[in-house]
């Protein structure tokens, strides 16, 4: 609404000029017909002074009638003109405007980018570490496994150790399925931000 008042204000101004500079161009011709119908009756009366008398009245009329005319054509030149360097003015708010709008979105989205970037490196390395987990884990299970098979073998002190190698065998198999769980789900995290990264910049 406030962006509509200016608008409305200079219609205004717009229709106060031309009721003006109608009314210039009505006396400019109201003026030489005046001359005219002086110099038809001075004629038609045949008098040397009157037809004298009416020229010189009508070479004046004839003049403030151009002098109104040139007036009036001067002040819609000036009018003109400062009607197209506000329009530039205003043009170049905008595009002012528009570039600074440009340029922020830019930026955020290069943020934005940058903020994914850093997220799906941490999720790489997240990734490397699970990896790893799960090397060390089942290294540990073999070495487990291995020593279970070679207590068996043993007297009852070798049997114990057996049962406990057992025992941490299993428990090594349940890290080993909760460390790949871990692997699994941050699989499923770099996937799903290296879509939503190409997503973007597609």
Not at 12 to 34: F, P
Not at 159 to 166: F, K, L, T, V
Not at 172 to 194: C, F, G, H, I, N
Request: net charge positive; aromatic share 0%.
């Amino acid at each position: 609404m406030p962006s509509l008042l200016p608008q409305q204000s200079q219609q205004s101004r717009v229709a106060a000029r031309r009721r003006q500079r109608s009314t210039r161009l009505t006396v400019a011709v109201a003026l030489l017909a005046g001359a005219a119908v002086l110099v038809v009756a001075a004629i038609a009366s045949g008098s040397v002074t009157l037809v004298t008398l009416a020229a010189v009245a009508a070479l004046v009329l004839g003049a403030a009638a151009t002098r109104i005319t040139h007036s009036e054509l001067m002040a819609t030149r000036r009018t003109a003109a400062r009607d197209r360097a506000v329009q530039a003015q205003e043009y170049r708010a905008l595009t002012e405007r528009r570039t600074a709008e440009s340029a922020a979105f830019a930026a955020d989205m290069r943020r934005k980018i940058a903020d994914r970037g850093e997220a799906i490196d941490a999720l790489e390395r997240a990734l490397s570490g699970a990896q790893k987990r799960v090397v060390e884990q089942t290294r540990k299970l073999n070495d487990e496994a291995r020593r279970a098979t070679m207590a068996e073998h043993g007297r009852d002190e070798a049997e114990g150790r057996a049962a406990e190698a057992i025992v941490r065998l299993a428990e090594l198999e349940a890290e080993l399925d909760v460390a790949r769980a871990d692997l699994e789900s941050t699989r499923t995290q770099l996937v799903a931000l290296k879509q939503a990264r190409e997503t973007r910049s597609a």
